[in-house]
């Protein structure tokens, strides 16, 4: 067991309210997140009103989501990833941004269909409620699960301390077990703290569920080998509205041409969004022979 500032990381879960204000500095969540991708798929959030979710197994990070008592629970968890910081940053621009010929996306936090304002339990941060039904697919005779809300937005927490970032998720007791992944996914390596995520996931199992302790449980539910989750990703609606107050920063090598192709995609579907040049200058890298 890790102890840390009153708080015991071991078998209990340690993403709670408590954690982070008092260790991550968390007293309110940002009204605004920010995200950078390309043009392409700037074209497509704009067309179908909705936000892709990747699975975590398939993420650039590969120690994403371990757990010590349920191997491949990765592929179980899929997010979407966003940071707090309005300063742009050159690393997510080059990472993320279209190799900064792409778009930072500045959306209100409520984004989702339905405009629910996040609220924080006890447990895993803060939940937002989608008005929409999200299918996550499992093989037979594995359940699928019907999601409608996503946890989030929560601050990733940065830590080289293993007992972080690989976690139990099940409690037993009684002949019951409960499925807990609050932790799944919400801690990373140092290396990554330059990216100051924030991150919605939505779980292929149900958080804090209750199961009998039983075969099916053991060797089916927790099976993610044989009976895998077979969605791959999940596209979480957004609120109309919410693109009224979408703001869009065009990437610091965006040509001419690109400038033009952005201005013509808000026209057409989002007429109500602000667009603005990246402040930072840059010239296009030049081969070295």
């Keep these: 067991m890790v102890f840390l500032r009153g708080m015991m990381v071991g078998s209990s879960p340690f993403y709670t309210d408590d954690f982070m204000a008092e260790v991550m500095g968390v007293e309110t969540l940002p009204e605004r997140l920010f995200h950078y991708t390309s043009i392409d798929t700037l074209e497509k959030i704009l067309i179908n009103h909705t936000l892709r979710f990747g699975r975590l197994d398939q993420v650039n990070d590969p120690e994403e989501a371990q757990s010590d008592d349920v191997p491949l629970a990765a592929t179980s968890i899929f997010v979407s990833c966003w940071s707090s910081n309005s300063v742009e940053s050159i690393p997510l621009w080059s990472l993320y941004g279209g190799g900064r010929h792409g778009v930072r996306l500045s959306m209100p936090v409520n984004m989702f269909a339905g405009r629910h304002k996040p609220t924080i339990f006890e447990f895993g941060g803060a939940l937002t409620l989608v008005d929409a039904e999200m299918l ?70 149900s958080f804090a569920s209750e199961y009998p302790d039983d075969e099916y449980f053991n060797e089916v539910t927790l099976d993610l080998d044989t009976y895998p989750v077979e969605t791959n990703q999940l596209f979480v609606p957004l609120d109309p509205s919410s693109l009224d107050e979408l703001k869009v920063t065009a990437g610091p090598l965006v040509t001419v041409d690109e400038f033009a192709r952005i201005e013509t995609l808000l026209a057409q579907h989002a007429s109500n969004a602000e667009l603005t040049r990246s402040g930072i200058a840059m010239r296009e890298p030049q081969k070295i022979l």
């Design 136 to 205: 996550i697919m499992r093989k037979s005779p594995a359940m699928s699960t019907t999601m409608s809300a996503a946890i989030g937005p929560n601050k990733v927490y940065y830590t080289d301390d293993m007992a972080f970032r690989v976690r139990p998720l099940i409690m037993r007791e009684g002949g019951k077990a409960r499925y807990t992944p609050y932790d799944l996914g919400m801690a990373k390596s140092t290396a990554w703290a330059y990216e100051e995520e924030w991150r919605f996931k939505i779980a292929a199992l």
